[in-house]
């Protein structure tokens, strides 16, 4: 591990408070053509036509954009405009490369707290690695191809996705097609649910899974035991490997295919249309669920009953047709879980390298 002198943030950065800042921003269009940014997760909030402000930026004089509540930061290349005075525009001193500096504030570990700014009290305080600036060049230059293939990586999954929804809205556009009959879900099965769990029969951490509604679909925080799961799973209505299950509250209509492992579904908000596989295939359903128009009750909270599920129209086709259209759709589904395998193992090479490429001792 090589021995390099370390240094503060703010004598490697100098930081500009934007003034004046956005007023208003709407869609793109010729009149809108700039971008509003905020550091936070969504980057892009709209686009203005105002010219006073707007902030200089390009692939040969780049900026960070700050946070100076969240401390979250973004490298931007191109022209913009802030969202409000608490982003600062960070940008380079002499003697540092500024990409190498980006890397290193990634590996910066701060949980900011409070509603205060960051930047000039504690963030610009931090102290970063600054080997000679041929190193940093040369750790850059790493650090960079991996970015790239990331970049890459999400642009070709991007694309795929738009593909894959632009032929399941045409394959599934059948309604009026010559041999296609429209039935409602109640036609072609009965709405279904597990047995009610009571909060004090769950833990923390137990034996099978227990999957509420915020849960559904992630990684479960409840867990209900063996014992009660057997129980209930020989009593009550419980899902077959292959069916579809659907949230009926939160996300309406989101469709998560029932994989046979072990667990359990929160009553009411997660349910299945226990259907015959003679009459609809389970993943013609499934790819059918995501472009459904349910039709909910409630007020703030919306949800689906029952009724909603029952009363809903889908186009059915022949099996043969069914299977044709799930082939079809199956393959593109495949496809972006593939891309987004690599996606995953190179952000993971990246991490890696990042880390150790930028673990220095101090002088």
Known sequence: MSMVEWKKLEDCLDFEQPTPYLVKSTEYDDAYKTPVLTAGQSLLLGYTNEQDGIYRASKENPCIIFDDFT?????????????????????????????YVYYAMLGINFVPGGHQRHWISKYSQFEIPLPSLSEQERIVGILDTFTSSIENLKAQISLRRKQYEHYRDKLLDLEGKPGVEMKTLGKIGDVCMCKRIMKEQTSDNGEIPFFKIGTFGGQPDAFISRELYEEYKTKFSYPKKGEILISAAGTIGRSVIFDGEDAYFQDSN??????????????????LYQIAEWKTDGGTIKRLYNYNLKNTPIPLPSLEEQSRIVSILDEFEASIKNLEAQLEAREKQYEYYREKLLTFERE
Request: hydrophobic fraction near 45%; charge should be positive.
């Open 270 to 287: 997660i349910v299945w249309i226990a259907n015959n596989e003679k009459q609809v295939i389970n993943r013609f359903l499934y790819y």
């Open 71 to 99: 401390t979250s930061f973004h490298w931007i290349n191109f022209d913009f405009k802030v969202k409000s005075s608490a982003m600062k525009m960070l940008r380079p001193k002499e003697g540092v490369n500024f990409r």
